[in-house]
């Protein structure tokens, strides 16, 4: 008998449970209060595959204790395939944009060494949702730094919000 392709959702969902020590929750319940709830929307809720706090999940191991995290993972359906948004809270300003730069560099390493191969494979995209005010003067050194992330890094914003689509 022919086995069933995964839905996307099932795929998403499969590929967290096998990346440890993250965990699945369902829509966007991973979004913390204070820290882009409500900045953080689908334009199509059905499409939501889930989410993942990993930041949250991640503090309690002591390899990351001091680590600098990243935020979130958005699972979102396109053309029926899980698709992946990280998403990382933080304040825009110029001294943002060397900590965003920090968190990018643990986020890729730890998709790397501790994710399954799925989610690794998965269509994805780096958004930074600022916590307040974007507030990165277009003449300082960060600037030019975070227009190198946005060109060499695939990094969108910072976004005062993020409609995932």
């Known amino acids: 008998m022919a086995r069933k392709s995964l839905s996307p959702t099932e795929q998403f969902r499969h590929a967290i449970d096998r990346s440890q020590p993250l965990r699945y929750r369902s829509g966007l319940s991973a979004i ?3 820290q882009g709830r409500g900045q953080i929307t689908a334009a199509v809720t059905r499409n939501l595959l889930g989410s993942v706090y990993i930041d949250g999940d991640c503090r309690t191991m ?10 979130y993972a958005v699972g979102y359906s396109r053309r029926r395939r899980a698709h992946v948004f990280y998403i990382e809270v933080h304040p825009a300003d110029s001294h943002g944009v060397r900590e965003l730069r920090l968190k990018l560099d643990w986020l890729e390493d730890f ?12 269509p994805s995209e780096y958004h ?5 005010k974007v507030k990165i003067p277009k003449h300082v050194p960060q600037y030019r730094e975070l227009q190198r ?7 969108h914003g910072p976004h005062r919000k993020l ?3």
Request: hydrophobic share 40%.
């Open 32 to 34: 913390q209060r204070g």
């Open 128 to 132: 930074w949702v600022a916590s307040g």
């Open 62 to 71: 002591p390899i990351y204790d001091k680590a600098h995290r990243w935020d």
């Open 163 to 165: 409609e995932i689509a």
């Open 111 to 122: 998709v790397g060494a501790r994710c399954d191969p799925a989610l690794r494979g998965m």
């Open 149 to 155: 992330l946005r060109a060499n890094r695939k990094l």
